[in-house]
């Protein structure tokens, strides 16, 4: 289904890094991929209109959510996350904490 190498890179990465993010055009394939090797984590799409309101009026509150990390879906709609992720990564030093897509 999925090029092997694109799926030991991902996994390589998330055992080193804190934040894992898997970029492309829409409807590649970004969200099946992650889903399928990160089966454990929880999912979220910023997709969904009241959880990006709930992310961008409370980004501390929606990350504490997901505190042992997740699969932030459609990550750009919500830029301003991304201090708070990088604020909270940097403080866990979790490998793999989050994995975000976005296009």
């Known amino acids: 289904?999925?090029?092997?190498?694109?799926?030991?890179?991902?996994?390589?990465?998330?055992?080193?890094?804190?934040?894992?993010?898997?970029?492309g055009p829409r409807q590649s394939g970004k969200t099946t991929l992650v889903k399928m090797i990160f089966s454990d984590?929880?999912?979220?799409?910023?997709?969904?209109?009241?959880?990006?309101?709930?992310a961008q009026n409370d980004p501390r509150g929606f990350l504490s959510t997901y505190s042992q990390g997740a699969i932030i879906d459609e990550v750009q709609y919500c830029p301003n996350l991304f201090s708070y992720i990088q604020t909270k990564v940097?403080?866990?030093?979790?490998?793999?904490?989050?994995?975000?897509?976005?296009?």
């Open 1 to 23: 289904m999925f090029d092997r190498d694109i799926t030991d890179y991902i996994k390589y990465s998330a055992k080193y890094y804190p934040m894992v993010t898997v970029t």
């Open 41 to 54: 984590k929880p999912y979220v799409s910023l997709e969904d209109i009241d959880i990006r309101e709930f």
């Open 90 to 103: 940097d403080n866990d030093q979790i490998a793999g904490q989050f994995i975000l897509t976005g296009s």
